[in-house]
């Protein structure tokens, strides 16, 4: 009797053990997979952060910029779009030789990444002639949406170019550049200043009224240059262009507008 007793206890002690085990296993099989998901959701979440971090900042860079630039800015990185720019002007921008532009190309697409493309658009001509010509078609076919443009002032003086023909010069492109973007924002900026002229500091200086007048941005970076005999320093000898100098000022001024820190 005793022995069928012992024999009874033992198997059902073998019984209670296998059973705790397998109760066991069931449990940990099923912390693991509720424990599962919530690792997967950590690692989604955090590049989703970043990413957004990462848009709040490129946002932050336009501060200066007109407003309607901006809200176009923001449009197309959230929708994935490069927001496109054209630099355009005179040999003043210095496009083969290290000028400004390529220097602010440059800046733009180290601070922007790839939400924007940079374009620069150099021609020694008149304003007149631009508006005229085929020149600028090769601008507004790249659809842009934000022309930052040194509308030829200089090289309107130097060629007889009147500044109402320069004022209407771009009015008529800003009119063209609307029709193929009515979101395109126009920003304009003198050449740079030269040493003894006559009369045009004066043609700047009704560029800028007109700006103002036809509420266009105006990015006056006169303000910058020296105002007595060491301008002559900044130039070329023959002031047609800034030199290394001159370009190095100018394009410092326009960084600082375009990369808010």
């Not at 040999?91 to 390529?102: H, I, R, V």
């Not at 939400?115 to 150099?122: A, D, L, M, N, Q």
């Not at 010069?169 to 040493?195: C, G, M, W």
Request: overall charge negative; aromatic content about 10%; some cysteine.
């Amino acid at each position: 009797m005793k022995q069928f007793l012992l024999v009874v206890l033992a198997i059902a002690c073998g019984a209670v053990l296998i059973m705790g085990n397998l109760y066991w296993q069931e449990r940990t099989a099923i912390t693991k997979t509720e424990s599962k998901p919530d690792t997967q959701a950590s690692s989604k979440e955090k590049p989703a952060k970043e990413k957004g971090k990462k848009k709040a900042e490129e946002t932050e860079l336009t501060a200066n910029w007109p407003k309607t630039a901006k809200a176009v800015y923001k449009k197309k990185v959230k929708n994935g779009d490069p927001f496109n720019i054209v630099i355009l002007g005179s040999p003043a921008l210095g496009a083969s030789e290290g000028g400004w532009a390529p220097q602010l190309k440059e800046s733009l697409l180290s601070a922007y990444d790839d939400t924007i493309e940079v374009t620069i658009h150099e021609w020694d001509t008149t304003s007149v002639e631009f508006v005229n010509g085929t020149n600028v078609d090769t601008v507004l076919e790249e659809t842009p949406d934000l022309v930052l443009w040194e509308p030829f002032t200089l090289v309107d003086n130097s060629n007889g170019v009147g500044p109402l023909q320069n004022h209407d010069s771009i009015l008529i492109f800003n009119r063209e550049l609307y029709e193929v973007n009515d979101k395109a924002t126009l920003i304009l900026q003198p050449p740079h200043p030269i040493e003894d002229a006559t009369y045009y500091p004066a043609n700047v200086d009704e560029l800028k009224t007109f700006a103002k007048e036809e509420d266009i941005p105006y990015l006056d970076h006169w303000s910058e240059w020296p105002e007595d005999d060491t301008l002559s320093e900044y130039l070329i000898e023959d002031q047609d262009t800034p030199n290394a100098k001159g370009y190095t000022l100018w394009n410092d001024y326009l960084v600082d507008y375009f990369i808010a820190d």
